[in-house]
């Protein structure tokens, strides 16, 4: 199989183009850099026009498109609201219609998120859930989501919405996990959460998210249907603090963590996904317990830091 994604020096792009990779299909990775980073080494194109994809698209005739770029962070878009809109919204209407101008009809994959449900009304939260974001970030994953059903509806495009949950990896060096980690590896005694511990999430690691994602691609499910969307997560909701302290005992069982009780308006309380859909395209797969999945982020960073000391040294 022939998978063209752009985006491909992101967190998400990248992880799931080295998987594909590995499992045998080509992979061509696109993005507006001239190179693709450290973090891919495949075949890659770098793009001076956004226009210029829809030449890419012939020329590569891929049989898959992944629309990895755009923006990945709900506190830049609170604080340049603007500039997550054309990273978003604007980065993925110029996809659907490269692909439109193309003349191709591959299985065009929009991954959008778990924002986009804001604070579910009902849990676990299922993909027929009404969408109510509560950040910039989760708007413009929905007005990303509803551009994809335009595509779709108007120009006969194949696609498939996957709404990933809360997604880490050894690779991604931002956002909770990673930013805990480094609490617990520090000198400081106490590791800090901002909020009251309370909040849940459903975390899932990078290498289960590519599988379950390969998987659904190589099933090729959105060909039988207008718009796919699916939940990509474990189905299992864990607190904030449970997390904390299952990165804990495997850093430094001897801190202390505690919380200073902040609540941010534009983070859900909440979230737990409804994974019915994904089980039933995909039966055999099984995302790992959370605490084998960071015992494997934690082992590659403290691999990194020691190559790290060995060169400083």
């Known amino acids: 199989m022939r998978i063209l994604i752009t985006g491909i020096s992101g967190f998400i792009g990248g992880s799931f183009g080295r998987y594909a990779a590995e499992a ?3 992979v061509m990775g696109a993005g507006r850099s001239r190179e693709a980073g450290k973090h891919w080494n495949g075949l890659y194109t ?6 210029d994809l829809a030449g890419l698209i012939r020329d590569f005739l891929p ?21 997550d809109f054309r990273g978003s919204v604007q980065t993925c209407a110029e996809f659907l219609d490269a692909v439109r101008r193309s003349g191709r009809n591959p299985l065009v994959v929009i991954p959008s998120s778990a924002a986009v449900y804001g604070n579910p009304a009902f849990l676990p939260v299922s993909e027929e859930a009404s969408l109510q974001p509560i950040s910039p970030y989760g708007f413009h994953k929905a007005a990303s989501e509803l551009l994809a059903r335009e595509f779709s509806k108007c120009f006969g495009l194949k696609i498939m919405i996957c709404r990933f949950f809360s997604v880490f990896g050894p690779a991604q060096r931002r956002l909770l996990v990673w930013e805990l980690y480094q609490q617990l590896a520090g000198p400081e005694q106490t590791t800090w959460l901002a909020g009251t511990g309370e909040e849940t999430r459903d975390f899932l690691h990078i290498e289960d998210l590519t599988t379950a994602l390969l998987g659904l691609i190589e099933n090729s499910p959105a060909a039988a249907r207008e718009c796919l969307v699916v939940n990509i997560a474990s189905g299992t909701e864990t607190s904030v603090l449970t997390l904390a302290e299952t990165l804990r005992d495997l850093v430094a069982p001897e801190k202390q963590i505690s919380c200073r009780g902040h609540l941010r308006e534009n983070d859900p309380l909440r979230w737990w996904a409804d994974t019915d859909r994904l089980q039933t395209l995909l039966p055999s797969w099984q995302p790992r317990p959370l605490r084998d999945a960071l015992k494997l982020c934690i082992a590659d960073w403290h691999h990194a830091d020691s190559l790290s000391l060995q060169h400083g040294s």
């Open 63 to 83: 049989d898959v498109l992944v629309q990895a770029a755009g923006s990945a962070s709900v506190g830049a878009s609170l604080e340049n609201p603007l500039h």
């Open 24 to 26: 045998g299909h080509a």
């Open 46 to 51: 770098g793009l001076d026009d956004p226009r």
